[in-house]
């Protein structure tokens, strides 16, 4: 039995639900099923996403649509949120994405808008500021800008990962980036890391973004994490941003990254023995770059 629910209804801590992307209720059959509005106008629920029914205990895991909790009611901290902002512009490139027509060139671009928006969500009431006065031309005003002093640590997971992040310096004022380089074995699936510009140590309260596009087995992302929490971060202070997830991976890092939170701008139900989203992107590197 897998250790997560989507959304199980009965558990009153479970909040975060922005009623505008909700389509429906029903609790005529299960009464722990939660039918989330798709980016096709249909609806989706746990057990199309490939997660297993609930043994009605209430669990440790949330997929949300939006930001703002129904009644403001607080989040606890002991859960991964998996957002899925639901914009008309995160879909339209999410489609242009599954095209098996779209030209690389295409692809990346699609991939970087992507990931611009995706950024743009996830940085939402999370960067340091500083307030103060200005001068305007006509009077003084009331500031407030992002404090330079505590960049934004960016960790994109080649190759793709370069894709999806070419737009961060566009939305975030300081940034510095760590590239991390990690394949996967093609038959056995698990990671291997071929290049790690991580410094030994990254400063206590670092804000890290950690880019990886195609969250499928889940391999890739959780060696990731644990290479950044062995360097002294705080995993409640990282959030995954991924054009596309699958629940495997989501699993995995619900059990080992509890507060984790995720930004995707879809998750698709299964994926295939070579460890492949269906129906996905495909490739995304191969895509992104044409080799």
């Given at each position: 039995m897998a250790n997560f629910s989507v959304i199980p209804t009965p558990c009153p801590r479970l909040t975060a639900i922005n009623t505008r992307s909700i389509k429906d209720f029903n609790l005529s059959k299960t009464p722990l099923n939660l039918f989330i509005k798709s980016s096709m106008s249909t609806t989706t629920t746990s057990s199309s996403l490939g997660f297993p029914p609930s043994d009605g205990n209430c669990r440790n895991f949330v997929v949300k649509a939006a930001q703002t909790p129904v009644n403001n009611k607080p989040l606890t901290d002991d859960r991964m949120l998996v957002f899925v902002p639901p914009h008309s512009l995160i879909k339209h490139w999410v489609s242009v994405l599954r095209n098996e027509q779209t030209p690389p060139p295409v692809f990346k671009n699609?991939?970087?808008?992507?990931?611009?928006?995706?950024?743009?969500?996830?940085?939402?009431?999370?960067?340091?500021?500083?307030?103060?006065?200005?001068?305007?031309?006509?009077?003084?005003?009331?500031?407030?800008?992002?404090d330079p002093r505590e960049p934004v640590t960016i960790v994109p997971i080649l190759r793709a990962g370069l894709a999806l992040v070419e737009h961060a310096s566009s939305i975030l004022p300081a940034t510095k980036t760590y590239h991390l380089g990690i394949s996967r074995n093609e038959e056995t699936l698990l990671p291997t890391v071929y290049l790690n510009k991580l410094p030994e140590k990254l400063p206590e309260g670092s804000r890290v973004l950690v880019v990886d596009p195609m969250l499928a087995t889940g391999g890739t992302i959780v060696a990731a994490l644990e290479m950044l929490r062995d360097r002294g971060v705080d995993?409640?202070?990282?959030?995954?941003?991924?054009?596309?997830?699958?629940?495997p991976a989501l699993q995995k890092l619900s059990e080992n990254f509890p507060g984790l939170h995720v930004y995707t701008g879809t998750i698709d139900p299964t994926v295939n023995e070579k460890g492949l989203i269906i129906p996905g992107f495909g490739d995304a590197g191969d895509r992104s770059f044409g080799t």
């Open positions: 699609a991939m970087a808008e992507l990931g611009r928006l995706l950024i743009y969500e996830a940085s939402r009431d999370w960067l340091p500021t500083v307030t103060g006065e200005i001068q305007s031309p006509l009077g003084v005003a009331s500031v407030e800008f992002i995993f409640k202070q990282i959030k995954v941003i991924s054009a596309l997830a699958a629940p």
